[in-house]
């Protein structure tokens, strides 16, 4: 996931670029007293944005990129769940992003998590799960209270016949998040109170508000809302209330993935309310808009996200590398003067298995096929997934002859598989076309001769061996 850090850093360069020009515009507009203290009051309000960003939006959208995943809706959908590979899937999640994961089978009523525990869901026991799954939300945030506060994000898992698989979770731990506002109220006196759709109070920088156990303190319970009327409890926004003896302004802004809201309270000084009170809303209106671009940003991750796999060079289906890799690969070899067979492995037939069973038995063909030439391959010999049905492999140091023999090995064994989906059996053969360069060639020159010995393969009825070396 190195790529999507680095692509996620380049977004926030952009966020900031965004602020930038926004405030500057902002300060061209009022005097230069006021753009002082204007430009002073957003760079207290930094750590704001920074902790919205990538302790609450960070998370969200991890989590809704990863529940797309094939391999989870795989795991979850699964008649014989296969806890082994569940785990490993869920360690290998929380390895690349730093994150604790869990997934919440219905199928085995099990709620696997990433540091390797499991918690059987059983009614009446662990509520959270059966009360979001009668919701009609798919998608939850919530804070939970074990070890240490987590903000969490659950999401339903559904299969293509919109049956409910489960739950996929991610969870941040939130102890830095609290620490960060600590210190920044004591620098600035300035508070945060975020709130869920119930007013409980799920996050603040006030310490005697924050969450104890699993007991949540509601807004309501704070003295200057009790005082408030009904109609200005509706609204907060722009309200001067005296908050703790201190006159202050309170600011409110929406966060809509979670439905909660967030409630910025600036004490303010009798003479620099007005002043203070145009600064807040301006404060407000950028967070709204860096928060819009965001959401529009990641909707644009979400269409090249099949480019971001090619630059990770691994096939998302069969986990193997893919043709750019396999390219690369070939010109290491040429640059190490080594001789290498290529062979081109084209599926018999693959084509009406996606007519006729579906395009799933065709995935299910493809990773199983991957699998096997993945075991029956040696160590030294380079597997890849060229195009569609077709495999590529690359047998460095190994003669035209004696690749032509391991060739035929991986035919029979092709031939003898039979690759369950479920609901049917499929027997597959495939038909091998081999090349070879003792001598740096161009990679299209090798894979066309190899190309030529594989239409010769089908041409002598499939399921079998054929050879093409190229002339000097």
Same mark, same amino acid.
């Given at each position: 996931?190195?790529?999507?850090?680095?692509?996620?850093?380049?977004?926030?360069?952009?966020?900031?670029?965004?602020?930038?020009?926004?405030?500057?515009?902002?300060?061209?507009?009022?005097?230069?007293?006021?753009?002082?203290?204007?430009?002073?009051?957003?760079?207290?309000?930094?750590?704001?944005?920074?902790?919205?960003?990538?302790?609450?939006?960070?998370?969200?959208?991890?989590?809704?990129?990863?529940?797309?995943?094939?391999?989870?809706?795989?795991?979850?959908?699964?008649?014989?769940?296969?806890?082994?590979?569940?785990?490993?899937?869920?360690? !290998?999640?929380?390895?690349?992003?730093?994150?604790?994961?869990?997934?919440?089978?219905?199928?085995?009523?099990?709620?696997?998590?990433?540091?390797?525990?499991?918690?059987?869901?059983?009614?009446?026991?662990?509520?959270?799960?059966? !009360?979001?799954?009668?919701?009609? %939300?798919?998608?939850?945030?919530?804070?939970?209270?074990?070890?240490?506060?987590?903000?969490?994000?659950?999401?339903?898992?559904?299969?293509?016949?919109?049956?409910?698989?489960?739950?996929?979770?991610?969870?941040?731990?939130?102890?830095?998040?609290?620490?960060?506002?600590?210190?920044?109220?004591?620098?600035?006196?300035?508070?945060?109170?975020?709130?869920?759709?119930?007013?409980?109070?799920?996050?603040?920088?006030?310490?005697?508000?924050?969450?104890?156990?699993?007991?949540?303190?509601?807004?309501?319970?704070?003295?200057?809302?009790?005082?408030?009327?009904?109609?200005?409890?509706?609204?907060?926004?722009?309200?001067?209330?005296?908050?703790?003896?201190?006159?202050?302004?309170?600011?409110?802004?929406?966060?809509?993935?979670?439905?909660?809201?967030?409630?910025?309270?600036?004490?303010?000084?009798?003479?620099?309310?007005?002043?203070?009170?145009?600064?807040?809303?301006?404060?407000?209106?950028?967070?709204?808009?860096?928060?819009?671009?965001?959401?529009?940003?990641?909707?644009?991750?979400?269409?090249?996200?099949?480019?971001?796999?090619?630059?990770?060079?691994?096939?998302?289906?069969?986990?193997?590398?893919? !043709?750019?890799?396999?390219?690369?690969?070939?010109?290491?070899?040429?640059?190490?003067?080594?001789?290498?067979?290529?062979?081109?492995?084209?599926?018999?037939?693959? %084509?009406?298995?996606?007519?006729?069973?579906?395009?799933?038995?065709?995935?299910?063909?493809?990773?199983?096929?991957?699998?096997?030439?993945?075991?029956?391959?040696?160590?030294?010999?380079?597997?890849?997934?060229?195009?569609?049905?077709?495999?590529?492999?690359?047998?460095?140091?190994?003669?035209?002859?004696?690749?032509?023999?391991?060739?035929?090995?991986?035919?029979?064994?092709?031939?003898?598989?039979?690759?369950?989906?479920?609901?049917?059996?499929?027997?597959?053969?495939?038909?091998?076309?081999?090349?070879?360069?003792?001598?740096?060639?161009?990679?299209?020159?090798?894979?066309?001769?190899?190309?030529?010995?594989?239409? %010769?393969?089908?041409?002598?009825? !499939?399921?079998?061996?054929?050879?093409?070396?190229?002339?000097?």
């Amino acid at each position: 996931m190195n790529i999507f850090r680095t692509l996620h850093r380049s977004i926030l360069v952009l966020f900031v670029i965004v602020v930038v020009s926004i405030v500057t515009l902002v300060h061209i507009s009022i005097s230069k007293i006021v753009a002082e203290q204007s430009r002073s009051q957003q760079q207290s309000h930094s750590p704001a944005l920074q902790l919205i960003v990538e302790e609450l939006m960070k998370p969200l959208h991890i989590s809704q990129t990863l529940v797309k995943a094939r391999e989870l809706h795989d795991l979850m959908g699964a008649t014989d769940i296969d806890e082994k590979q569940i785990f490993s899937t869920l360690k !290998r999640m929380h390895s690349e992003f730093n994150l604790n994961f869990f997934i919440a089978s219905e199928n085995s009523r099990i709620q696997y998590n990433s540091d390797g525990s499991k918690i059987a869901l059983v009614e009446g026991k662990v509520d959270w799960y059966f !009360r979001y799954k009668a919701q009609a %939300a798919d998608a939850m945030a919530d804070i939970g209270q074990w070890q240490n506060p987590q903000f969490y994000i659950d999401l339903k898992v559904y299969d293509e016949n919109k049956q409910f698989l489960g739950v996929f979770g991610v969870g941040k731990g939130l102890k830095g998040f609290t620490e960060i506002f600590n210190k920044y109220k004591k620098t600035y006196g300035y508070d945060f109170i975020f709130v869920d759709q119930n007013n409980d109070i799920t996050l603040t920088s006030d310490p005697d508000l924050q969450v104890q156990g699993i007991t949540f303190k509601n807004l309501s319970d704070l003295a200057w809302f009790a005082d408030l009327s009904i109609e200005q409890q509706q609204s907060l926004n722009n309200l001067l209330v005296p908050v703790d003896g201190v006159e202050s302004l309170i600011a409110e802004l929406n966060i809509q993935p979670f439905d909660w809201t967030l409630y910025l309270i600036t004490p303010l000084q009798s003479r620099q309310t007005d002043i203070s009170r145009g600064f807040i809303i301006s404060i407000v209106t950028l967070l709204a808009t860096i928060f819009g671009l965001f959401l529009l940003i990641y909707n644009l991750l979400y269409y090249f996200k099949k480019d971001i796999q090619k630059i990770k060079q691994i096939d998302i289906l069969t986990e193997i590398p893919n !043709r750019s890799n396999i390219t690369l690969k070939f010109e290491e070899l040429m640059y190490e003067k080594q001789s290498v067979s290529l062979v081109l492995i084209d599926l018999d037939n693959f %084509a009406p298995i996606n007519e006729t069973h579906g395009r799933k038995a065709g995935d299910i063909v493809l990773r199983q096929v991957a699998q096997m030439l993945n075991t029956e391959t040696r160590d030294k010999d380079i597997l890849g997934r060229w195009a569609g049905g077709e495999f590529i492999v690359l047998m460095p140091d190994t003669g035209p002859h004696e690749a032509a023999e391991l060739c035929q090995k991986l035919c029979d064994k092709l031939a003898a598989m039979t690759i369950s989906t479920g609901t049917t059996s499929i027997q597959i053969t495939g038909s091998f076309g081999i090349s070879f360069t003792a001598i740096s060639r161009g990679m299209s020159e090798v894979v066309s001769a190899a190309d030529d010995a594989l239409f %010769a393969a089908k041409r002598d009825g !499939r399921n079998v061996v054929r050879m093409q070396l190229i002339e000097s």
